[in-house]
């Protein structure tokens, strides 16, 4: 009797140790994001929400999590400070969402650390290079509706691109028509859009510049006239007046002008 008391009191306590962890497990699982979960892959602390139809940055991600997928989801924006409790974050794929827009300062906090940055297949237009500005990761732009333009070129020249993902970096439009479908390095080999829009800006400027100068002398030219008429209008006033009253006009015409 002894010896089964001994060990029904270890089987209970093993028991509420179980129970303890699996109800830790569920706490845990249950702060989750749905479809959402931790695991360990190659020795890092990996989270993976991939496919779990989010439509925004889950904010209950552990800061311990070296990498961190976000594919396959219906996120469209990027805010400020999206991912600034990750400071041990290694690898980050947003891949296939739709994102289009990305606010100023939303990998602030990633630089030093990130090795990996997938923002292929979304719907990203334009994107300022400040964005990934001092990024050290590389960066995958890939399959997006690319506006190719200088601010494009800006951030291709910023950024460290992913081995082999320059060739889907495509023109989906273009100042000019004969640059869409093409790979943008492909053109840019070609093309300076950075210096064709300063081109571009001087010549607005100097045209502008020349229609107020056209502006202020058209001005001048018709003052000028103006007076020419008035003065003339007056001398042939003066001159139909009899001589003591034209006499008396001009000395009173002089005094004003005096």
């Not at 594919?71 to 290694?90: G, H, Q, T, V």
């Not at 479908?181 to 502008?208: E, P, R």
């Amino acid at each position: 009797a002894a010896w089964w008391d001994l060990w029904r009191g270890k089987l209970s306590t093993m028991w509420l140790l179980v129970q303890g962890v699996l109800l830790a497990s569920c706490l845990r699982a249950a702060a989750f994001p749905r479809g959402c979960y931790p695991s360990e892959e190659e020795g890092l602390k990996t989270f993976r929400c991939s496919n779990a139809r989010l439509t925004e940055v889950p904010k209950d991600i552990p800061n311990d999590t070296n990498k961190l997928y976000l594919d396959s989801n219906r996120i469209p924006f990027l805010p400020r400070d999206a991912f600034r409790d990750l400071p041990l974050l290694l690898e980050l794929d947003l891949s296939h969402n739709a994102i289009a827009a990305v606010e100023s300062g939303a990998f602030r906090g990633l630089a030093d650390h990130l090795r990996s940055l997938d923002l292929s297949s979304n719907r990203l237009v334009s994107l300022s290079k400040d964005v990934l500005s001092n990024m050290k990761a590389k960066v995958n732009l890939s399959n997006n509706p690319w506006l190719c333009d200088c601010r494009l070129q800006e951030l291709i020249r910023a950024v460290d691109l992913t081995a082999g993902s320059s060739a889907g970096i495509v023109c989906d439009s273009a100042p000019q028509e004969e640059h869409v479908g093409k790979a943008f390095l492909q053109v840019i080999a070609d093309t300076d859009f950075c210096n064709v829009y300063k081109k571009t800006t001087d010549i607005a400027m100097l045209v502008t510049m020349f229609g107020w100068f056209a502006m202020v002398i058209s001005y001048l030219v018709y003052y000028v006239r103006q007076n020419q008429e008035d003065a003339r209008r007056h001398l042939e006033y003066l001159k139909s007046l009899p001589s003591k009253q034209r006499h008396s006009e001009e000395s009173s015409t002089i005094s004003t002008v005096v």
